[in-house]
């Protein structure tokens, strides 16, 4: 079946570094989401990346998509203590009929140390 | 418009009883989602649905029960709970169009003894 691996599983930074998490697919993937989960909280819906090589930013979050359409990435530029947390990628296989079907990475966890 | 909401939020079981996690969505999502959370391993689909009267098994279906009768709700049955099954368990809903992420509930924190 599709896996989704996400390194690195643990980031600990100090306030102002960059921070980038990685997304592989062992399948081609429809589409790719990412979500954020604060300590004790659900997650949270970030934003989702449909074409190949798309590229799409929210403040200092940017994410891309790759080219295969099998890997994933999510920086961000200059952390902040409000940016602690656990971040998710997901994805669906691309083909198919299991369109309700998301597959989640295992997440890594970012700590920011002020 | 409340979203997504899981009923029990805390639950302790003894191993062998079953019990049922509720949970219901007021937002006409006809995608609903349970997933289990456990530490290191993410979130993993436990079954899925993609509309009322269907439902399909996720990663680890084994030991749980689902049913679509209605929009709104997807209730998640333990047949027989297993110390394995200690977990967070979330639901999750969202609308068919493609562009559309998934809204979680607020989670069911769930301990087999």
């Known amino acids: 079946g599709q896996q989704v691996m996400q390194i690195p599983q643990y980031q600990h930074v100090q306030e102002g570094e960059d921070f980038t998490t990685y997304c592989n697919s062992s399948?081609?993937?429809?589409?790719i989401q990412w979500y954020k989960q604060r300590p004790g909280g659900h997650p949270v819906f970030l934003i989702q990346?449909?074409?190949?090589?798309e590229v799409k930013k929210q403040k200092r979050l940017t994410f891309q998509f790759g080219e295969a359409k099998k890997n994933s990435s999510l920086h961000i530029t200059a952390t902040q203590t409000t940016d602690v947390g656990t971040y998710f990628c997901a994805g669906r296989g691309a083909g198919g009929t299991s369109y309700g079907k998301l597959t989640f990475g295992q997440g890594t966890i970012l700590t920011v140390h002020p | 418009n409340a979203g997504v909401t899981q009923t029990p939020k805390f639950q302790v079981l003894k191993t062998g009883q079953s019990m049922t996690l509720q949970c219901a969505q007021d937002m006409n999502h006809e995608y609903m989602s349970w997933y289990r959370q456990d530490p290191g391993m993410g979130l993993r689909l436990i079954h899925y649905?993609?509309?009322?009267?269907?439902?399909d098994q996720g990663e680890v279906p084994n030991g749980y029960n689902v049913s679509r009768s209605t929009t709104e709700d997807f209730p998640l049955r333990l047949l027989s709970a297993a110390p394995s099954q200690t977990s967070v368990y979330f639901c999750a809903s969202r609308r068919r169009q493609a562009n559309y992420g998934y809204t979680f509930g607020s989670g069911t924190r769930l301990t087999v003894v």
């Open positions: 399948t081609t993937l429809s589409n």
């Open positions: 990346l449909v074409k190949s090589g």
């Open positions: 649905s993609v509309g009322a009267g269907i439902t």
